[in-house]
C-alpha cells in the first residue's frame, strides 16, 4: 500500500509568492521522484470560481458573508473526492490558499472562526498536514501587485490590506502555521520552504 501523500497549504496576503512559490515547489519536488498535484483556489475558470471572481471585481452587487462563506466552501468541497484520492494514493498536493484564507477573509468581515470550524467540520473538509505562511509587509504587497495587474476590490483598499496583514499574522499564531519570511529573495524562500517540506514528506 501507498504511504499517504501529504497536503501543503501556501498563505499570506496578495503578492507575498504563493504562485511563484507553488510553481518552483512543484518543479523541485517532481525532480526528487514526487508526484505532485498543484491546486489554486479559489479555482478562477470553473463555474463556482467564476461566481467568486464576479463579485469580487463587480461594483453593482454584494453578497452579504454568509453567502460569501458558503461560495468559498463550496469551491473547496467540489475537490473533497479528488483531494481524499490523491493522497490515498501518496500524492503530495501543494495548494495556493485554501480554507486557511477563508478564515482570515471571514473572520475580519464578522464570521467567528468557531462557526467556521464548524462549517468544515459538518462538510468534512480535508485538513491540510502544513500551512506555511509567507509574512510579507502590507506596502510590499500592494507594491508587488500594483505591478501586475488591475487590482480587485480586497487588493486596492490599502486600509483593508493592513486589517488583512494584522488578521493573517494572529491566525497564523493561533493556528501554528510555520512562518516564512517572504521578503527575502525568492530562492531563498524556497530553500526555507524546502527545508519545513522536507521534514513532513
Ligand atoms: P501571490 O500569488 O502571493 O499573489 P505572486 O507569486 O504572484 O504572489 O508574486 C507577486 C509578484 O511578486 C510577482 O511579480 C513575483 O514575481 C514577485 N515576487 C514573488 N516573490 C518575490 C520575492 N521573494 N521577492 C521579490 N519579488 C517577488
Redesign the pocket.
Known amino acids: 500500500m501507498n504511504k499517504r501523500g501529504n497536503f501543503i497549504v501556501i498563505e499570506?496576503i496578495?503578492?507575498?509568492?504563493?504562485?511563484?512559490?507553488t510553481k518552483l515547489l512543484s518543479d523541485f519536488l517532481s525532480q526528487n521522484e514526487h508526484h505532485i498535484i498543484l491546486k489554486k483556489y479559489p479555482e478562477y475558470g470553473k463555474p463556482i470560481g467564476d461566481l467568486i471572481n464576479n463579485w469580487l471585481y463587480s461594483k453593482d452587487y454584494d453578497f452579504n458573508v454568509e453567502a460569501q462563506t458558503l461560495l468559498y466552501f463550496a469551491d473547496f468541497i467540489k475537490d473533497k473526492e479528488y483531494l481524499e484520492n490523491n493522497l490515498k494514493n501518496g500524492r503530495i498536493i501543494l495548494s495556493?490558499r485554501y480554507f486557511t484564507s477563508t478564515m482570515v477573509y471571514q473572520r475580519i468581515k464578522g464570521m467567528p472562526i468557531s462557526k467556521l470550524n464548524i462549517l468544515a467540520q459538518t462538510f468534512g473538509l480535508i485538513k491540510p498536514d502544513k500551512v506555511i505562511y509567507?509574512r510579507i509587509s502590507p506596502k510590499t504587497s500592494f507594491e508587488?501587485?500594483l505591478?501586475?495587474k488591475e487590482l480587485d476590490r480586497h487588493e486596492g483598499d490599502k486600509k483593508f490590506l493592513n486589517v488583512l496583514f494584522n488578521n493573517f499574522e494572529k491566525t497564523a499564531r493561533e493556528c501554528n502555521w510555520e512562518v516564512v519570511d517572504?521578503?527575502?529573495?525568492?530562492d531563498k524562500?524556497t530553500k526555507d520552504i524546502i527545508n519545513i517540506i522536507n521534514k513532513i514528506i
Open positions: 499570506g496578495d503578492g507575498c509568492g504563493k504562485s511563484t512559490q495556493d509567507l508587488r501587485k505591478q501586475q517572504g521578503e527575502r529573495p525568492i524562500v
